[in-house]
């Protein structure tokens, strides 16, 4: 009776639930990108944003809250309210990186988001400038044996999968190069005029300068070859065996975001980054899309935060 009861209480409430969310969204949706604008990370929202304001009918605003690698802008997420209209647009770095790289973290990743699409898989690319004397990663790597703690090299900010990919690389070729953390995307500037050495970066963000002859491509981070970059080698089939730095970037709410505008939200944007004419772009900036569930996003999450918690450790990185 007890149950019979609370049943019947309960049912104007979900009569309620129901048209509501139906409705949503009925105002503009907010996406905060935790990253620089024209970065990697932007530059997929805003695709991804434009293509859900059209399918809505509700204008898609883009929001950048950069700093802490990543953590400002997620941790905002995570504290706002779970109503659908304050989503995540984030990457390796702030999702699994960071839990492990940080001693203290103003959230968890698996309680106080709500994984709702991966949207693509990107590559590192590892890149130096056209006049660089190391036309190979082999070159690159006998520099650095001559010159231990000579070379430098840049990142987007200590933890992401830029620094990683280059501490990795550094320690299966047993040499010792100096990290230049950057904020977002401007450690290229000083890569092109090399005031810095050598960079992994996101295919996206040096696409346009590898096809213009500005940056020498070398190799990349995934354990298959980049469909945007299919001639430049894997850095497992030049001697790194098993290598695998790349980055990804997803679509999360707040917990507690209705499962209905979850499973909403994931329908469309994997809707989006599957449309030929989208898949054909992403890739030819880079980005392999991807496109899942929420479920599958969850079980992708914790391989993730497992596997760069092992990174983390090996590496020896780790912020205050």
Do not use: C
Not at 19 to 38: C, E, K, Q, Y
Not at 282 to 307: C, H, N, W, Y
Request: hydrophobic share 45%; aromatic share 6%; proline share 7%.
């Amino acid at each position: 009776m007890t149950t019979r009861r609370a049943l019947l209480l309960a049912a104007p409430a979900l009569a309620l639930a129901g048209p509501a969310l139906a409705a949503w969204p009925d105002r503009p949706v907010r996406i905060v990108v935790s990253f620089t604008a024209g970065g990697t990370t932007d530059i997929i929202a805003r695709l991804v944003g434009n293509l859900l304001s059209e399918r809505w009918g509700q204008p898609v605003v883009i929001e950048n809250r950069a700093g802490a690698g990543g953590n400002i802008g997620t941790e905002y997420v995570a504290r706002s309210a779970p109503d659908g209209y304050t989503l995540l647009v984030a990457s390796v770095g702030p999702l699994a990186v960071n839990q492990s790289l940080y001693r203290t973290m103003p959230y968890d990743t698996r309680r106080d988001l709500a994984p709702i699409s991966l949207l693509a898989s990107v590559p590192n690319i590892l890149v130096v400038a056209p006049d660089s004397p190391a036309r190979s990663v082999a070159e690159l790597v006998a520099l650095a044996k001559q010159r231990p703690g000579g070379l430098s090299y840049g990142s987007t900010g200590v933890g992401t999968s830029s620094h990683l990919a280059s501490a990795m690389m550094d320690g299966m070729a047993g040499v010792q190069t100096t990290h230049v953390p950057y904020r977002g995307a401007v450690a290229l500037n000083d890569l092109l005029t090399r005031r810095i050495d050598f960079m992994f970066a996101t295919i996206p963000s040096v696409i346009e300068q590898i096809r213009a002859g500005k940056l020498r491509a070398l190799a990349v981070s995934t354990l298959a070859r980049s469909r945007s970059s299919p001639e430049v080698p894997t850095m497992a089939e030049l001697g790194f065996e098993g290598f695998d730095a790349s980055s990804w970037f997803g679509i999360l709410g707040p917990a507690g975001t209705p499962r209905e505008v979850v499973e909403r939200v994931s329908a469309d944007a994997a809707a989006a980054v599957r449309r030929p004419d989208i898949e054909r772009q992403m890739i030819e900036q880079g980005a392999d899309p991807v496109g899942s569930t929420p479920e599958e996003f969850g079980a992708f999450l914790d391989k993730e935060i497992a596997r760069w918690a092992t990174v983390v450790r090996l590496s020896g990185a780790s912020v205050n």
